[in-house]
């Protein structure tokens, strides 16, 4: 028998900035209480990830910076599975782009955060994912990037950024609120379950996902059982594989309620 895994979207479906939304917690007991594997896969920085889930050893897998930064808890460390960085002409086009259009870019690396300045935005945003930034000149660790976050202020530099998704093996989404995320394809293809089922024995028909934006498409299309959280439908998946259940929630507490009929 295949072992069953959780893929589970962080800001928006359990959480919101520095909380865990109510029902959060209970569901990831829920669902080691079912013996199913718990992974968090999420846009947020590793150390971020790491940070939260300190004390909640349900947890065994994480997938930062979109899926890019798969790691795995042993011996009560948290180790590497696979980074997949994003094509090297895809990262120096948005940094060129960043610094001709005054967009504000952020570099994640498999266990970094890294800045070019401090800015408001980013001192608002250690405070709501428990993680500090380090200031350093990002084009030096271009090969490590997983994920480019940047932050374009109208439509016409949201349409500049959305165009470096063109580049190949490159994909741009959005991954919650003006946040939006340059990673590779591959990366955004499952959200880090590419990594994390082979761990695991699993296959994608054991697997429950749930998520609410852009960048959670690829791990909720290809799951057995896939909850969208609001405001993502099921619609905007597309056409369902047979004998895959999609079911959307509003809450978190009724997502728990769901899917307590299958676990």
């Given amino acids: 028998m295949n072992e069953r895994v959780a893929l589970l979207d962080v800001d928006g479906t359990l959480r919101v ?34 940070s939260i889930v300190k004390d909640i050893p349900h947890v065994e897998f994480l997938a930062s910076s979109s899926g890019a930064t798969v790691l795995q808890r042993r ?37 970094e955060w890294l800045i070019e300045r401090w800015s408001p935005r980013s001192r608002n945003e ?19 990037f997983g994920k480019i976050l940047l932050l374009p202020r109208t439509q016409r530099e949201e349409a500049a950024v959305r165009e470096l998704g063109r580049i190949k093996g490159a994909v741009v989404v959005n991954s919650g609120g003006d946040y939006t995320d340059l ?6 293809e499952t959200k880090g379950g590419a990594a994390i089922l082979p761990a695991l024995n699993a296959e994608w028909d054991d697997v429950i996902s749930m998520g609410d934006s852009e960048n959670d498409h690829g791990m909720l299309q290809r799951a057995g059982l896939a909850v969208c959280m609001a405001p993502l439908t099921l619609e905007a998946l597309g056409e369902n594989r047979d004998g895959a259940i999609r079911l959307n929630a509003a809450t978190t507490e009724q997502a728990r309620e769901l899917l307590a009929r299958y676990i």
């Fill in 17 to 50: 900035k520095d909380a865990w939304n109510p029902g959060a917690l209970e569901l990831i007991d829920d669902l080691h209480r079912a013996g199913i594997h718990v992974a968090l896969c999420s846009g947020r920085t590793t150390g971020s990830l790491t």
């Fill in 75 to 111: 011996d009560g460390q948290w180790h590497v599975l696979q980074h997949t960085p994003v094509p090297r002409p895809a990262v120096d086009r948005a940094l060129a782009l960043a610094t001709e259009q005054g967009i504000e870019v952020w570099g994640f690396t498999p266990r």
């Fill in 183 to 188: 990673i590779s394809e591959s990366a955004h």
């Fill in 126 to 144: 250690i405070r709501h994912i428990n993680d500090e930034a380090r200031t350093a000149t990002l084009a030096e660790f271009a090969d490590d």
